[in-house]
């Protein structure tokens, strides 16, 4: 396999001409987008939106800031642009909150919700999925252009360039999906498959204030001030998650990817351009369920899912928060949160700890409680990773 190139260029904040100069470099380091992308081209832009739509300053969407200054360089090539994600809303929101609608009015792009335009069956040839539906305006056009949020995830530990393609998929599927595919491992392997049936030609992570703790929403922005590109995904995350602390192999769909050759998740085979990586790397970043992914690839087989099972996280509603919005009834696909006397509950034996209502709760109204096995086991994990950190720094 041939080595993979990611850029990584320091950005300080959100400001126009920093992100401008910050992604030129990066662009140019890969060679040019020019090289990418074709001029006059049929563009879409995959954001990482998420629902209930939030402003961006929480780090849980691709800032919109960020994303308008790829917009631009887009329209310097003259390419025909569609950005959207499939999201659900109430009300009249829609891209408004995030302000996703404001930078496209301003830029003349056309900003669509992927439902809305439809969804067509294609066949995929993955490891669990032999065909999915995708939005048409995916399909008809000539380029994909990713646009992650370097986050943690509180079921497949990190989310990027893999993770944000499931958002190209129906709601209701993902739904499914969530439900048929209950171990972490599993469901990254079902990622891959959706991300190689649907490979963007072009990532660019957003990873200037991302977020760490129990993402991808309910953690909290931290500066990490980088942006990375590449024209692999898998790469990307790979350098990404070091970047964040994370053994890139201990996220799954990586370490999927790079065994199907989808693309190249061993860091000394992809060339780093521009800053080092240890000049960007973030000590003490607080990953979520860290242990879950970690610690179960170092344990045997047949001790797998009794692990698995502890260290699984009990989603518990705080009543006091719940302002009974009903977005974790929506989104639970096993109908497992219900609202009882006025506020939401969970049927613990009906849930399959998919985290879909924690990630949707704007209100935080949803705590994840450790089991008593798990929470040793965390422990333990916790002050081994303490210990290593003393032991290299004192060898350094
Ligand atoms: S727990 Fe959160 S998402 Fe669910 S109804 Fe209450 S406030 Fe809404
Ligand atoms: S209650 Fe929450 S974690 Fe459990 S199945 Fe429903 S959405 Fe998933």
């Not at 887009?74 to 950005?83: E, M």
């Not at 351009?273 to 690839?297: C, M, P, W």
Request: hydrophobic residues 35%.
């Amino acid at each position: 396999m041939k080595p993979s190139k990611v850029s990584l260029v320091q950005v300080k904040d959100y400001q126009q001409e920093h992100l401008n100069s910050g992604l030129k470099k990066g662009l140019n380091l890969l060679g040019g987008i020019q090289h990418i992308i074709n001029p006059h081209s049929r563009v879409f832009v995959k954001i990482n939106h998420l629902s209930p739509p939030s402003p961006p300053e929480k780090a849980i969407v691709t800032h919109p800031s960020f994303t308008r200054e790829v917009l631009g360089i887009l329209k310097s090539l003259s390419c025909h642009i569609t950005v959207g994600d499939d999201i659900q809303y109430k009300g009249k929101d829609r891209f408004h909150t995030s302000g996703y609608q404001k930078i496209c009015d301003e830029m003349e792009v056309e900003l669509i919700n992927l439902k809305e335009a439809g969804f067509r069956k294609i066949k995929c040839n993955g490891k669990h999925l032999k065909s999915i539906y995708i939005s048409p305006p995916i399909l008809e056009s000539d380029h994909v252009i990713n646009l992650p949020k370097l986050k943690t995830h509180s079921f497949t530990i990190f989310t990027g360039a893999v993770k944000n393609m499931y958002g190209v998929i129906p709601y209701g599927l993902r739904l499914q999906y969530h439900k048929q595919f209950s171990l972490p491992s599993e469901f990254s392997e079902m990622l891959v498959d959706i991300y190689s049936c649907v490979p963007p030609c072009l990532s660019i992570m957003d990873g200037i204030n991302s977020m760490e703790g129990e993402g991808p929403s309910s953690g909290n922005p931290r500066k990490t001030n980088v942006i990375l590109i590449s024209e692999d995904g898998v790469a990307l995350d790979a350098v990404a998650s070091q970047i964040v602390g994370l053994d890139p192999i201990s996220v799954y769909s990586t370490q999927d990817a790079h065994q199907r050759g989808v693309g190249v998740g061993d860091l000394k085979k992809i060339q780093i351009l521009g800053e080092e990586i240890s000049r960007i790397k973030t000590r003490d970043f607080k990953h979520s369920a860290v242990a879950v992914g970690i610690i179960q690839r170092r344990i045997p087989q047949i001790l797998h899912s009794f692990i698995q099972n502890q260290l699984t996280f009990i989603p518990e509603v705080i009543p006091k928060k719940c302002t009974s919005c009903m977005e974790c009834i929506d989104i639970c696909p096993t109908a497992a949160a219900q609202i009882v006397n006025g506020k939401a509950w969970i049927e613990q034996n009906k849930c399959i700890h998919c985290m879909c209502c924690h990630e949707v709760c704007q209100f935080h109204a949803i705590k994840l409680k450790n089991q008593p096995m798990g929470l040793l086991i965390r422990k333990a994990s916790h002050w081994k990773q303490k210990i290593s950190r003393l032991l290299r720094f004192q060898r350094d």
